[in-house]
């Protein structure tokens, strides 16, 4: 079954630092997510990307946040300046190729960020 | 109250009983999804329920949507002790691109 592939699965960084959450979504999607979960809370939505733009960001996705999709098989979320706050597990989806009638996103399996 | 929100908030039960949550939302919606994710891993999608279906079924899963009440719950049957996990509901709504997520049941099942 196809899958959604997130590297790492964990990574701890320095405040202040630049990281960058890789992700290979399922090839035939088109539409892409960034979600985030702090430990032991809800799963908060980050972004969502169609046709190499921004569909939707939240309050959340503020300027230290982008997203990339470089080589149309790799989608990126990079953090400029990471701060305590930003420790959390970083959810990739990718959902089908037409939104309204996609059933449901598939989900990586996670990074796990640790911001020390 | 927040867009999703399930209850009970935690849930306990022997195996073999039947589990059901449920989810309330605030706005109109296009879609409700359910989720189940175990402990610090992925999330990984269950059913997906349209704004004009009433009921689902998926296997030992059934989920039922009243869009007048804004409601939708989730049972589970037979439970077996590896349907432990935390089920979330997530809804969308008309001219958005995301789904948000609820707050989630912690569902344990006994063995």
């Known amino acids: 079954e196809p899958e959604v592939t997130q590297t790492p699965s964990h990574q701890v960084t320095q405040m202040g630092q630049e990281v960058i959450l890789r992700c290979v979504p399922i090839s035939n999607h088109l539409y892409f997510y960034w979600y985030r979960q702090i430990l032991g809370q809800k799963v908060e939505f980050l972004v969502s990307?169609?046709?190499?733009?921004?569909?939707?960001k939240s309050e959340i996705f503020d300027d230290q946040f982008s997203v990339e999709r470089p080589d149309g098989s790799n989608f990126t979320l990079k953090i400029r300046s990471t701060k305590l706050e930003d420790s959390a597990m970083y959810f990739c989806?990718?959902?089908?190729?037409?939104?309204?009638?996609?059933?449901?996103?598939?989900f990586g399996s996670g990074t796990r960020l640790t911001v020390v | 109250s927040q867009q999703g929100e399930e209850d009970p908030q935690a849930l306990s039960i022997q195996e073999g009983e039947n589990a059901t949550m449920n989810c309330s939302y605030k706005?109109?919606?296009?879609?409700l999804q359910w989720y189940r994710q175990n402990s610090g891993r992925g999330l990984v999608h269950l059913i997906l329920i349209r704004s004009n279906e009433r009921e689902k079924h998926s296997g030992r899963l059934r989920v039922t949507l009243d869009t007048s009440k804004k409601s939708s719950s989730l049972l589970i049957t037979a439970s077996r002790a590896a349907d432990t996990a935390s089920y979330f509901c997530a809804t969308d709504t008309s001219g958005t691109y995301k789904y948000i997520f609820g707050t989630g049941t912690r569902l344990k099942v006994l063995a």
């Open positions: 989806a990718s959902s089908g190729t037409v939104w309204y009638h996609s059933y449901g996103y598939t």
């Open positions: 990307f169609y046709n190499n733009e921004i569909s939707e």
């Open positions: 706005t109109s919606i296009n879609n």
